[in-house]
């Protein structure tokens, strides 16, 4: 079975500061790992993804996660935020041999001026 | 490609009627799958089909639930009869082969209130 997890269903940070979204999973098989953004009214879309190549991987609009298997997270960051930033943001999972993807409950990102 | 589309964008309807939501997914994608978002409870799979076969229709709420893809580029999820509780934005989003490692694209969604 697969999970994930989102600590913080609300983050806010301010213009120009560290953005981290925190995501734990949980996988019976290695995980592929995925962050999409979600802006107002709109559909679901790709940020990065991890499907074992590098443990570092670098997205859109500057975001980037690390993989670590030891603690079984996927956390996604940006080191200054801006504006148009703030969404909300889902990780999910994946496994090899399934197509399915289990979201987590997603974290809404605000960012103040 | 124009991305996955869905129809209608927003859709108003009373109790007991007969709803159909549509989905035309993008072209060569082995792999469809309607999502239903609330406050509640966030995203929900509710049924994904390959190659036009449903495989997993465990997130199906209840019978009043029916998804069908009777070809590859069209997907139709009905509900009857509706209830206010099945309020939500339902979201279809197709995915080509290749494992678990590729990404689903997402339609822009449908957000049904029923009244």
Known sequence: AQSVTQLGSHVSVSEGALVLLRCNYSSSVPPYLFWYVQYP????????????????????????????????????????????????????????????????TGTRLKVLA | DAGVIQSPRHEVTEMGQEVTLRCKPISGHDYLFWYRQTMMRGLELLIYFNNNVPIDDSGMPEDRFSAKMPNASFSTLKIQPSEPRDSA??????????????????????????V
């Not at chain 1, 009214?41 to 670590?68: H, R």
């Not at chain 1, 956390?75 to 987590?104: N, Q, R």
């Open chain 2, 89 to 114: 934005v339902y979201f279809c989003a197709s995915r080509p082969r290749g494992q678990g490692h590729t990404e689903a694209f997402f339609g822009q969604g449908t957000r049904l209130t029923v």
């Open chain 1, 41 to 104: 009214n709109q559909g679901l879309q790709l940020l990065l993804k991890y499907t074992s190549a590098a443990t570092l991987v670098k997205g859109i609009n500057g975001f980037e996660a690390e993989f670590k298997k030891s603690e079984t997270s996927f956390h996604l960051t940006k080191p200054s935020a801006h504006m148009s930033d703030a969404a909300e943001y889902f990780c999910a999972v994946s496994g090899s041999g399934t197509y399915k993807y289990i979201f987590g």
